[in-house]
């Protein structure tokens, strides 16, 4: 399985950014897995900021509060993640993920331990970086 992250940039306060992440080796199936995007900063641990639920429904952490819109493309499995009125505060390595099959937790985890366990499958990562 191999991740590929493109899209990532330096923006200003207020700007857009576009993701993609184009997987090989890998499917989203529905019911079946979960596809998301986390991010780390230097110095922090890594976070979920979208996912792909098994339903195929969106969830988001509370931090995009209406900004970021993750979507794929079922015709080549392209993940994507649309950012917008980005601020400082997302500066960060962006990764995108692809869960094992079958498993039964939220797709978003919360914690290192949840990422882990549910995600097993990374690409390697494409730096955001929001200045002010």
């Known amino acids: 399985v191999q991740l590929v992250e493109s899209g990532g940039g330096s923006v200003q306060s207020g700007g857009s950014l576009k993701l993609s992440c184009r997987p090989s080796?890998?499917?989203?199936?529905?019911?079946?897995?979960?596809m998301g995007w986390f991010r780390q900063a230097p110095g922090k641990e890594r976070e979920g900021v979208a996912a792909?639920?098994?339903?195929?429904?969106?969830v988001y952490a509370d931090f995009v509060k209406g900004r970021f819109t993750i979507s794929r493309d079922s015709a080549d499995n392209t993940l994507y993640l649309q950012m917008s009125n980005l601020n400082p505060e997302g500066t960060a390595m962006y990764y995108c993920?692809?869960?094992?099959?079958?498993?039964?937790?939220?797709?978003?985890?919360?914690?290192?331990?949840?990422?882990?366990?549910?995600?097993?499958?990374w690409g390697r990562g494409t730096q955001v970086t929001v200045s002010s």
């Open positions: 993920a692809a869960s094992k099959d079958y498993g039964v937790g939220f797709c978003l985890p919360r914690s290192r331990e949840g990422i882990s366990y549910e995600y097993n499958h």
């Open positions: 080796g890998y499917t989203y199936i529905r019911g079946k897995n979960c």
């Open positions: 792909i639920e098994r339903d195929g429904k969106p």
